[in-house]
């Protein structure tokens, strides 16, 4: 909960609380299976599903990308999302980290002025929408 794994907390609440199939005195190696390759559409359709039911909004995520370019630092739901952003705006993503979010974010110019101070979690609190910074 402290670490805001929306997706974990949401598939936790799925399978005890929703379809009653686990319980939460159940060791964790019983998720293993809702992780399988095998399940991941279907597991990520009900899950977005099941959050819209009880009305969790999945919060946004700071991601770091290599690029062809330039480093970019992005908001977006998942990791997916993040590259699918980069694609549309044109960048050639080579590797890509998720950023945490109490990380410091500081953008300095070329004069060296700190342009931006923040962190990730307050750009996403900010901003609400997936997006290149």
């Known amino acids: 909960m402290e670490e805001q794994y929306y997706g974990l907390q949401s598939l936790i609440m799925f399978v005890v609380f929703e379809k009653q199939v686990l319980t939460l005195e159940d060791d964790q190696s019983e998720l293993d299976l809702y992780f399988k390759p095998k399940h991941h559409e279907r597991m990520k359709q009900l899950l977005l599903n099941y959050q819209k039911t009880i009305?969790?909004?999945?919060?946004?995520?700071?991601?770091?990308?290599?690029?062809?370019?330039?480093?970019?630092?992005?908001?977006?739901?998942?990791?997916?999302?993040?590259?699918?952003?980069?694609?549309?705006?044109?960048?050639?993503?080579?590797?890509?980290?998720?950023?945490d979010p109490k990380e410091e974010l500081v953008y300095v110019r070329r004069s060296g002025m700190i342009t931006l101070r923040t962190s990730v979690r307050a750009l996403a609190e900010e901003y609400r929408t997936a997006r290149v910074l």
């Open 55 to 99: 009305g969790i909004e999945t919060p946004l995520l700071g991601y770091w990308a290599e690029t062809g370019e330039e480093p970019v630092t992005l908001l977006a739901e998942n990791e997916e999302q993040a590259r699918e952003l980069l694609q549309r705006n044109g960048y050639t993503v080579k590797r890509i980290k998720m950023l």
